[in-house]
């Protein structure tokens, strides 16, 4: 293959070398996330992970380990570079991007350091193409601090199932509403449209339902329209899982699968809107008294063991 | 009102409904009796559907006890619950609809595959009865045929085609597109088709008349009646008398009734001129010098169950259809005891500017009472037989 004739004199200048025989490995990958232009490359000697942020308030992740690439060498620590995500997939698909069984576009993604572009060499039928891409600094992605220790409900599901609901979704809804409680509903996505509410119920025992673990019931709101990008990554995937924490925050996980049958993943996080979600154990309806994500968090903690029902007599006692 | 549907006819069921949105905006449902009815009808009053599904088609199916209960949902709405069609019939066991009078919502709950289960939540409006009450079984012509037949002829028309004339010979029956008389006549296409007598299951002509009528709206019937493969029976009578297309089996009955032109060359004549704005009611007189040419379809706007007694002459119908907004830019029918009188320049084009017999009859009480006051007397100018039912 021309790309590997290249000398070894020529590798050594490059902090980042990685190859792929089929690109699509890559680029199918990248398309689930691109909902942005701009994405940040870090990349590890376990592997490349591809950032994407809007808005501070929903983060994809694309996560290619090492030993998915033919050739994978790093010669730092850490190698961190922000590009234009568009114009990278435009380059990956720069043969047509054609499906023709057996013919595949070659990468071969050289990265010489800060300041330097990122080189493409793609390959396909015997012919070379060389993309220079400028490199930007790196922005610092945001730490939305998900830890597994803090998650307090997750379920796994096989993707097909969520893909039609997902696809029926009434988006005339501001919001995507999930509820999660170890009793009914179980597992609920909500919407709120003009012609009035949608719910689409997961039983536990579903045999689409492949882990259920819901200690506390917790409905969160997040706005549609960060959502929406995820869908991509659903379409990929053969099983989600969904994890919220005691925050709120959403952490959706896709396995993909590639062409070649190798395990890659993808992980949206998402903040939930602000004005509306609560925690399932301060879900009161007081006289119109309406926490602020903060107080919640606060109540959170300070009433964690609390049983449901209290009187609001009590409970505004209690906040002022 | 608590109905469940299950297996195949949840898709029977959506199919419907998309046929029903091909005809207006909106849904109006009337659990009765005698089964579910789901109707609609056009901005401009000129095609009504109705389906009649029998408790039959139902496994389970309760109406509400001691009042009649009617209400009318956007039809988007009822069919974002069906969406992908292509998938019901694989995954959803069944759909039960129930009705929340106190919250004014209508919920339908598919049972699916997986134990996954989908709810909607639809808010409906309290509607008036819809109901066209014209006697089919009375027209001059009646023809039966499969559906394929219908479906077939209409493909070679164009999907932007507004108009079809459909004429009847003791043998024959011809398909021809409708072209507008000021339409430039060296640049309109025009397509005929004859179909032979031995093509339908039933041809039974009486008279030798030619109808006009809309054929986007007779493309809806088609293609619920292809799915399900029942013959459509045409009925017709003189031009300016509403086609009525009907389909039957055991649990549910489909008619689609279409207002067809009137041959009157008055009409014609006054057509191009008719305002969007309403004219002035004319005196009840002359309501009742209705050309003869034209049908009356009376349309029940009563919310008491059934016709009532004959009342006082009432006004014609354009003002209720102008009171309500929709109606207001997209005259298709105007009352015929209007047109001799309409001066008024057009302010806008409807669609379909030639339109003229009337679909539903005026049946309202004086002006005064027009808007806020449910009608409790009608004048039934038709025969007074109902629809069948199976």
């Not at chain 1, 114009?87 to 050289?110: H, K, Q, Y």
């Not at chain 1, 939930?272 to 925690?279: G, K, Q």
């Not at chain 2, 004959?310 to 014609?316: C, E, H, R, S, Y």
């Amino acid at each position: 293959m021309p790309l590997s004739t290249q000398s070894q004199a020529d590798d050594e200048q490059y902090v980042l070398v990685a190859s792929l025989d089929n690109a699509r490995n890559l680029s199918n990958l990248l398309k689930a996330i691109t909902f942005k232009d701009h994405a940040i490359f870090s990349a590890t000697p376990n592997g490349l992970k591809v950032t994407v942020e809007e808005s501070k308030c929903l983060q994809a992740n694309a996560f290619i380990q090492a030993e998915i690439f033919q050739e994978f060498t790093i010669r730092e620590d850490s190698v961190g570079f922000q590009v234009n995500l568009t114009v990278l997939l435009d380059c990956l698909s720069i043969f047509g991007g054609s499906t023709v069984p057996g013919v595949s576009t070659a990468l071969r993604m050289c990265y010489r350091g800060y300041g330097y572009p990122l080189t493409l060499f793609l390959e396909e039928g015997g012919v070379v193409t060389v993309c220079k891409i400028n490199t930007q600094e790196p922005e610092e992605p945001v730490d939305f601090e998900f830890c597994s220790t803090n998650v307090t409900n997750k379920v796994i599901l096989q993707s097909e199932s969520l893909k039609e609901a997902f696809s029926e979704l009434d988006m005339t809804s501001e919001v995507l509403q999930i509820t999660m409680s170890p009793s009914q509903p179980y597992f609920r996505l909500s919407t709120f449209g003009n012609s009035g509410n949608a719910h689409y119920d997961y039983p536990k025992d579903s045999d689409m339902m492949e882990l259920f673990r819901c200690d506390k019931t917790q409905t969160n709101r997040y706005k549609m329209s960060l959502l929406k990008p995820s869908t991509k990554a659903l379409a990929l995937s053969c099983k989600v899982s969904v994890r919220t924490d005691s925050r709120g925050f959403l952490s959706l996980q896709y396995l993909v699968r590639n062409d070649d049958g190798q395990i890659c993943f993808v992980e949206y996080f998402c903040c939930p809107d602000e004005e509306y979600s609560c925690c399932g154990c301060l879900h009161l309806d007081v006289n119109g008294l309406l926490l602020s994500r903060r107080l919640e968090d606060v109540c959170c903690d300070v009433f964690d063991y609390l049983h449901l029902s209290f009187s609001p007599l009590c409970f505004q006692h209690l906040l002022h | 009102m608590d109905c469940v549907v299950t297996g195949g006819n949840v898709k029977v069921l959506a199919k419907a409904i998309n046929s029903l949105s091909r005809i207006g905006d909106e849904l109006y449902v009337e659990p009765q009796e005698e089964g579910l009815a789901l109707r609609s009808v056009n901005s401009s009053r000129s095609a009504y559907a109705c389906f009649l599904f029998a408790p039959l088609f139902f496994s389970r199916y309760t109406i509400p006890r001691g009042h009649t209960f009617r209400c009318k949902i956007a039809i988007k709405s009822v069919q974002a619950v069906f969406r992908s069609l292509a998938t019901l019939e694989k995954t959803v066991e069944k759909c039960h609809i129930e009705l929340d009078e106190q919250k004014n919502r209508l919920t339908f709950t598919l049972h699916c595959k997986h134990g996954l289960m989908k709810t909607h939540n639809l808010s409906f409006q309290d509607s008036e009865s819809l109901q066209a009450v014209f006697d089919k079984d009375s027209y001059a012509n009646v023809f039966r045929c499969n559906p394929r037949l219908l479906v077939d002829t209409v493909v070679h028309f164009p999907p932007s085609l507004e108009e079809v004339t459909v004429s009847v010979s003791d043998e024959r029956m011809w398909f021809r597109n409708h072209v507008e008389e000021d339409a430039d006549q060296s640049k309109a296409m025009l397509t005929e088709l004859c179909l032979a007598s031995e093509e339908f299951d039933h041809f039974g002509v009486k008279a030798h008349n030619g109808v006009t009528f809309c054929l986007k709206e007779l493309r809806g019937l088609l293609v619920f009646a292809e799915s399900t493969g029942l013959p459509i029976s045409m009925y017709f009578d003189e031009p300016g008398s509403p086609v009525v297309l009907s389909l039957t089996d055991s649990v549910l009955e489909g008619n689609f009734v279409l207002a067809t032109l009137s041959d009157d060359p008055n009409h014609r004549k006054n057509n191009p001129r008719r305002a969007c704005t309403p004219p002035p009611p004319p005196p009840p007189d002359d309501f009742m010098n209705d050309d003869i040419d034209c049908y009356l379809i009376a349309m029940d706007t009563s919310i008491a169950p059934g016709p009532s007694g004959a009342g006082p002459p009432t006004p014609p119908l354009s003002d209720s259809l102008c009171s309500k907004p929709s109606a207001a830019a997209n005259h298709r029918t105007r009352p015929h005891s209007e047109e001799e009188e309409d001066e008024t320049a057009d302010s806008g084009r409807p669609p379909n500017k030639k339109f003229c017999s009337l679909f539903f009859g005026s049946v309202l009480p004086a002006s005064s009472q027009m808007t806020t006051q449910p009608v409790t007397s009608q004048q039934v100018l038709a025969s007074d037989s109902e629809e069948d039912v199976q």
